[in-house]
């Protein structure tokens, strides 16, 4: 279980995260809507150790990850894949898949290699690619490889940045539709934060909707799907 | 056609120990974004302290790798304790303008040389001493012809072939060298990975010392050994660096080697006292030809 209660995060004096609380329960899939600027990337990066919360706490079971560095918070098995399809184009497909997993080349290494295949099975593109550039990728399959680089790592928390941004909509279904299967088939708990709303709530079984860095709402995805007043006061449709 | 082979194969010596200068300036620009003006310093310590082990009749060889390992152990303690610290949040209220923060580790770098310098003339008055090679500096004859290389050229040639193969196998097939990869391309990515950015950093420091510490036990045979012999060598490295693209690692080795058969060719072709000149206009020539250097990328900013 992650909960997280009164998180804030502070840009210089702009509380980018205003008293930030929810949980996201193990196995299932919680989703992070609301417009530009609520504080969901932020949050994303509070929770992995990318930026530093001001106060508050973020708790994954019985650890507490606010004081925590990035490498260690990846290490206890929460994984982030961050907005922009962040992979490292000058490096190969393969390099950028390996190295997700190089942490546990000592601890795992027989692990290592059946979750290389895994993703190597869940995204046949990157075999056929894995020596080119990741640079070389379109937009979609970079979102794939960044999926990837996250998956081998075995994470037993996703963090996915928004993972549609700039993608085309059956492209976007298609990553959605994937990461879902994955939640359900392996019991890996998702945070998705997504602009497209209708895409997030779909798939969701939670629904969290924050603006201004605040929690609006904490509602089942049903029901946030069918709140048309919520969605037109805070997501402007 | 004596003089050109001449040319030719003291260049390729010459631009070995430059590959090496080169290499160790990208590799610590590459993962901390600082120009190590302190880099020639610290290798003029290393080889003092192979000289002082020589003097007190240790051998070569074990006076050779003690220096590679102070130059390793150098490096990583200018990262640890004053790169680091310097560039940490924690100090932020003191380095909170991106300039501040880029130009601070820089002039500290020099405050290094400065150091390293002044504690070189503590420790050895800072006499200009000679340093030997483990091969006679002759020409190698073969019968009674004498060939345009030297023995000491051979060896510096061999021992700089087989640094930038263990360099290259490193680089392209451990996971160590895959992550200080990453590091410098992505560093966010990379910690995301579950990867210490940091300490691949300080390996990159030491990496970079024990290179330059070896071009200074390459070097000294040849221009002797005082606190500020190797500050040329620090400038050519430099020029090599930028021609070869800042960012490249294979540039930098390519920019030093480059350089070594300009420096070379002035030299025989010239006259010695042209090769400063010649320097200075052929990193102009570069710039206005190739700012990024030959291998290097263009920066690209994200927004």
Sequence with gaps: MLAISNLVTEFASVKALNGVSFQAKPGLITTVIGANGAGKSTLLR??????????GSIKWFDQELTHKSVESIVRSGIAQVPEGHAVISQLSVGENIELGGLFR????????AIATKEV?????????????????????????LAISRALVSRPKLLLLDEPSLGLAPLISAQIISIVNDLCRATGLTVLLVEQNANTALAVADHGILLALGKVVADLPAKEMIADSSLRAAYLGY | MTSFLTAFFSGTAQGAIYA?????????????????????????????????????SYSYWSAFVIALISGAALGALVDLGLMRPLTSRKNSQLLNSQSMRTTIPVIASLGILGVLKALAGIFWAGEERGFPSPVAPNAIKIGSTNLAITGFDLFVIGVVFLTLVLTTIFFTKTGMGLAMRASALNPEVTRLSGIKVGSVRTLGWAISGTASSLAGLLVTPRTNLSPNTLDLLLIVGFTAAVVGGLTSLAGSVLGGFILGYVISFVN????????????????????????????????????
Aim: aromatic share 10%.
């Design chain 1, 46 to 55: 509070t929770i992995s150790g990318l930026e530093r919360a001001s106060s």
């Design chain 2, 20 to 56: 090496l200068v080169s290499l160790g300036l990208v590799l610590v620009w590459r993962g901390a974004g600082i120009v190590n003006f302190a880099q020639m310093g610290q290798a003029m310590f290393t080889t003092y302290i192979a000289s002082q082990l020589i003097q007190h």
């Design chain 2, 268 to 303: 025989v072709y010239s006259a010695p006292e042209n090769v400063f000149i010649a320097i200075l206009i052929f990193l102009l020539l570069a710039l206005f030809i190739r700012p990024q250097g030959i291998l290097g990328s263009k920066e690209v900013r994200r927004v």
């Design chain 1, 105 to 112: 080349k000592r601890i795992a290494r027989g692990d290592l």
């Design chain 1, 120 to 144: 190597y099975e869940l995204f046949p593109i990157l075999y056929e690619r894995r020596n080119e550039a990741a640079g070389s990728l379109s937009g979609g399959e970079r979102q794939m």
